[in-house]
């Protein structure tokens, strides 16, 4: 389980880390080319290995490139989305104790989008209901999902949720049982 644990860890900061490095790609793409690509074949065109180097995330199929500029409200003024998730996922690091989960902090299903602001790269994730509404004023419609189901990392959430949850329930019912085997195998020694 612990080996599972570690895997889980590093194959949840490896999609991120892969995220913000496929932006880095596309910053030199737009660098060399004068404009940010509008399809993953412009891209593979500049960059032949591009499918290998990010397996993991698989670019072509989980993610839309935004190849007109989408601004984001709030503390992202002035940030232009280069990518974004077709799907909601689960945050990558949001597993918690379930019940010592911070609602601010762990918000449901959020899209990952890759942001561009000052420069540099840097992943975001936002509530589905807030990118749904970000889409909705610029009037434009949210990608199409690519029907590949969960990432990895959920996966493991799913799984590490339910440990945790057979773990907290079933422990005490195996414990109280063995309590109560022994309270009548006392009992029953005692009578004889």
């Not at 860890?9 to 999609?15: E, T």
Request: glycine residues 10%; hydrophobic residues 40%; aromatic residues 12%.
């Amino acid at each position: 389980m612990f080996a599972t644990w570690v895997d889980a860890r590093s194959r949840k900061y490896a999609l991120n880390v892969e995220m913000v490095n496929l932006g880095r790609f596309v910053q030199l793409y737009q660098q060399e080319k004068g404009g940010y690509p509008e399809s993953w074949d412009e891209m593979e065109v500049m960059y032949p290995k591009l499918k290998e180097t990010f397996s993991m995330i698989q670019p072509s199929k989980r993610l839309s490139l935004m190849p007109g500029r989408l601004e984001l409200p709030g503390r992202m003024v002035g940030a232009t989305v280069l990518f974004i998730s077709r799907d909601p996922l689960i945050r990558p690091g949001s597993w918690r104790i379930p019940f010592l989960k911070r609602p601010d902090w762990d918000a449901g299903p959020c899209y990952a989008l890759l942001i561009e602001q000052d420069g540099g790269v840097g992943l975001r994730y936002l509530p589905a209901a807030q990118v749904a509404a970000i889409f909705a004023s610029a009037g434009r419609p949210l990608p199409q999902p690519s029907g590949l189901g969960s990432f990895q990392h959920e996966k493991d959430y799913r799984f590490n949720e339910a440990v945790f949850w057979l773990l907290a329930g079933g422990l005490p019912v195996f414990v109280l049982w063995k309590v109560i085997r022994r309270i009548r195998s006392r009992g029953g020694a005692a009578t004889k």
